[in-house]
Each structure stands twice: as structure tokens, then as C-alpha cells.
């Protein structure tokens, strides 16, 4: 899991909040991510299964993608698929993907690149591995995330942000012992590449073994910790946590993690996608690739898909038999 890796005592630090001043956040519930198959069949885990709405809010889904050893021949994606009504934030951090949209956004995304897509009025998107990857096989890990619109913005044309893993603001705990990688929303002052609709906070953390992870964080938002790799413990009560489970914390204004002194031999550290958002407080009907505020929304959206109105797949141009491609003599 390479993602973007640095010296940690070369890096800003964050400052551990003072307890005297700041309440911790404790731990709500700890539920583990059941396994399934996405798109053409690529393994996911689940994130959020089992967490009610309103503890997830502004967030609706995520997916944990691999963490897999593709043979040659083996890799997977999705076909043309649509969305309306929220974001697509996919984070790769091991193995290379495609991305394509209807709207003319796309580009190739790897260890540690981030794409960032709204889905807005509505629109078709396509993810894939490259054709060499499919050749060669390989490794591929990566998460996707989805965040929710607000009413005011789920019409918003759609656009795309193309976040390379350089641009993500890299900071170190108060003790130098975690690696922080802030994608999108503030931390401690530190903002990430990512814009967003609405507030959220998004952060990629390395926590070496043994090191006791004490972070800010927003008291108006939500905070969830879900487990990419390794071990630890979540909150100050040291609810154990491991690959692929999340924790939801309460109230508060700090957050702690902390990796186990052990860690399984593939994996040396704790890596843990911090996640935080500022709810939305709207009534959300999710169904399929589209997220809306009523059933009525979701009834249009399926209508406008079918009858082509939220794009169309982008013609493939490939050379004729008889000649080349008009443009590319």
C-alpha cells in the first residue's frame, strides 16, 4: 500500500488537542464490512453495511476495492453505468484505473491519485483497468466513496477533479509516529486538494505500530475511522479494530486511534481512511447509481436514463480495415 509516502519528521505537525479543553469523541458502534462483487466482478468489502443514515450523513456508501492480486487476464471494472444526485470519490492506492464520463471528464488514476466526480443533473461513467494491466496482472487496491448533494446542488452540472496523490497535503501526528494525507476538507489548519459541496474532511492515515493516533476534529461533523489495513484500537476505550471494519464515533472536538505493538505480516502499519462530513439533514432515497430527496426523484432519474437524457456513451473511434481513421493519416 504504497499510496504517497514521507518522512514523517520532515512534515507540519498536527498538535494533539489538550483533553482538558477538548472533549474526545468515544466510540459508538465498531461493525465489519461483509465481502461482495461490483461491476464486471471485482471483490469489494462493504463499509458502511449495517450503519444506520444518520450516523453515516453527509456519506451514503463506500466500497473498500481488493485489496487483490489480479492474474493476467483477471483485472476488472464496470460497464457504462449512470448517476445523478451525489459525488464519486475514488481513491486508488495500489494498481492504475480508467475513468470516463459522458460529460468528456475522465483520466488514469494510481498509487495514491484521487478522482473526484459530480455526478450532479445526472451523467454515464465507465471505470476500468487499463488494457496493459489487463495483459500483465497485478496488484489493485484502491476505495470508492460516495457523498451525498444537498436539494440546492443534486442539478448542479456535472464536473470532475483530477487529484494527484503529490497534491494531497501530507502532515505528521504531534509524535511523528502516523503519516497523514489529507485529500480533501481542513485538518488543523491543513486543507486538502479536494473541493467539495458540501464540508467534509477526508484523510489517508499510516499509523506505525504502537503509536497513539490524537487528532482535531470538527465537533460539527460526523467522524468515522475505517480500517484499510493492520490492527488497532479506535477512541480512548480502545475498541479493537481491524481491516476492513468501521468505527463511528460520537460528539466531541478529537478523535484517537491507535495501532497495535503487533500488526500481520503484509501489513506493517495501521492504514485508516479518517472520514468526516457535515450532515446534511435531508430526506435521502438511494436506489441503485442514483441518490435523491424523494421517490418521485428516482422515478424521473431512471425515466431520463432510459430515454438517454442524462448522456450518451461516447463513441469509440477505431481504425477501418479498409483505411485509417479519418484525422490520424
Same mark, same amino acid.
Do not use: C
Given at each position: 500500500?504504497?499510496?504517497?509516502?514521507?518522512?514523517?519528521?520532515?512534515?507540519?505537525?498536527?498538535?494533539?488537542?489538550?483533553?482538558?479543553?477538548?472533549?474526545?469523541?468515544?466510540?459508538?458502534?465498531?461493525?465489519?464490512?461483509?465481502?461482495?462483487?461490483?461491476?464486471?466482478?471485482?471483490?469489494?468489502?462493504?463499509?458502511?453495511?449495517?450503519?444506520?443514515?444518520?450516523?453515516?450523513?453527509?456519506?451514503?456508501?463506500?466500497?473498500?476495492?481488493?485489496?487483490?492480486?489480479?492474474?493476467?487476464?483477471?483485472?476488472?471494472?464496470?460497464?457504462?453505468?449512470?448517476?445523478?444526485?451525489?459525488?464519486?470519490?475514488?481513491?486508488?492506492?495500489?494498481?492504475?484505473?480508467?475513468?470516463?464520463?459522458?460529460?468528456?471528464?475522465?483520466?488514469?488514476?494510481?498509487? #495514491?491519485?484521487?478522482?473526484?466526480? @459530480? =455526478?450532479?443533473?445526472?451523467?454515464?461513467?465507465? *471505470?476500468?483497468?487499463? /488494457?496493459? +494491466?489487463?495483459?500483465?496482472?497485478?496488484?489493485?487496491?484502491?476505495?470508492?466513496?460516495?457523498?451525498?448533494?444537498?436539494?440546492?446542488?443534486?442539478?448542479?452540472?456535472?464536473?470532475?477533479?483530477?487529484?494527484?496523490?503529490?497534491?494531497?497535503?501530507?502532515?505528521?501526528?504531534?509524535?511523528?509516529g502516523a503519516l497523514l494525507r489529507v485529500i480533501a476538507g481542513d485538518l488543523?489548519?491543513?486543507?486538502?486538494?479536494?473541493?467539495?459541496?458540501?464540508?467534509?474532511?477526508m484523510v489517508h492515515a499510516t499509523v506505525s505500530p504502537g503509536a497513539r493516533?490524537?487528532?482535531?476534529?470538527?465537533?460539527?461533523?460526523?467522524?468515522?475511522?475505517?480500517?484499510?489495513?493492520?490492527?488497532?484500537?479506535?477512541?480512548?476505550?480502545?475498541?479493537?479494530?481491524?481491516?476492513?471494519?468501521?468505527?463511528?464515533?460520537?460528539? #466531541?472536538?478529537?478523535?484517537?486511534? @491507535? =495501532?497495535?505493538?503487533?500488526?500481520?505480516?503484509? *501489513?506493517?502499519?495501521? /492504514?485508516? +481512511?479518517?472520514?468526516?462530513?457535515?450532515?446534511?439533514?435531508?430526506?435521502?432515497?438511494?436506489?441503485?447509481?442514483?441518490?435523491?430527496?424523494?421517490?418521485?426523484?428516482?422515478?424521473?432519474?431512471?425515466?431520463?436514463?432510459?430515454?438517454?437524457?442524462?448522456?450518451?456513451?461516447?463513441?469509440?473511434?477505431?481504425?477501418?480495415?479498409?483505411?485509417?481513421?479519418?484525422?490520424?493519416?
Open positions: 500500500m504504497p499510496a504517497i509516502t514521507a518522512d514523517t519528521l520532515t512534515l507540519p505537525r498536527v498538535a494533539a488537542p489538550d483533553p482538558a479543553v477538548v472533549a474526545r469523541r468515544p466510540v459508538r458502534s465498531v461493525t465489519t464490512a461483509p465481502s461482495g462483487f461490483e461491476g464486471e466482478g471485482f471483490p469489494v468489502r462493504r463499509a458502511f453495511a449495517g450503519v444506520p443514515q444518520s450516523a453515516l450523513d453527509p456519506f451514503i456508501h463506500m466500497d473498500q476495492m481488493g485489496e487483490v492480486e489480479y492474474a493476467p487476464g483477471e483485472p476488472k471494472g464496470t460497464p457504462w453505468h449512470p448517476h445523478r444526485g451525489f459525488e464519486t470519490v475514488t481513491y486508488i492506492m495500489d494498481g492504475i484505473f480508467e475513468h470516463q464520463d459522458s460529460n468528456g471528464g475522465g483520466g488514469t488514476i494510481t498509487d #495514491g491519485d484521487t478522482q473526484w466526480m @459530480t =455526478a450532479g443533473s445526472g451523467l454515464l461513467h465507465i *471505470e476500468k483497468p487499463p /488494457e496493459h +494491466l489487463v495483459v500483465s496482472g497485478g496488484l489493485f487496491h484502491g476505495v470508492q466513496l460516495w457523498v451525498n448533494l444537498p436539494r440546492a446542488h443534486k442539478f448542479h452540472l456535472p464536473r470532475y477533479q483530477d487529484i494527484r496523490g503529490r497534491q494531497a497535503a501530507l502532515l505528521a501526528s504531534a509524535d511523528g488543523d489548519g491543513h486543507a486538502g486538494p479536494g473541493v467539495t459541496f458540501t464540508p467534509i474532511t493516533l490524537e487528532l482535531p476534529w470538527n465537533p460539527g461533523f460526523n467522524a468515522l475511522a475505517y480500517v484499510l489495513a493492520g490492527q488497532g484500537f479506535a477512541g480512548d476505550e480502545r475498541r479493537p479494530v481491524r481491516k476492513g471494519q468501521l468505527a463511528v464515533f460520537g460528539q #466531541g472536538g478529537a478523535l484517537t486511534v @491507535t =495501532a497495535d505493538t503487533a500488526q500481520p505480516q503484509a *501489513e506493517p502499519n495501521l /492504514e485508516v +481512511l479518517l472520514l468526516g462530513g457535515q450532515p446534511i439533514r435531508e430526506p435521502v432515497v438511494h436506489y441503485g447509481p442514483f441518490v435523491m430527496n424523494t421517490r418521485a426523484e428516482i422515478i424521473q432519474a431512471m425515466e431520463d436514463y432510459q430515454a438517454g437524457r442524462l448522456g450518451v456513451v461516447p463513441a469509440e473511434r477505431v481504425p477501418h480495415a479498409d483505411g485509417p481513421v479519418p484525422g490520424k493519416e
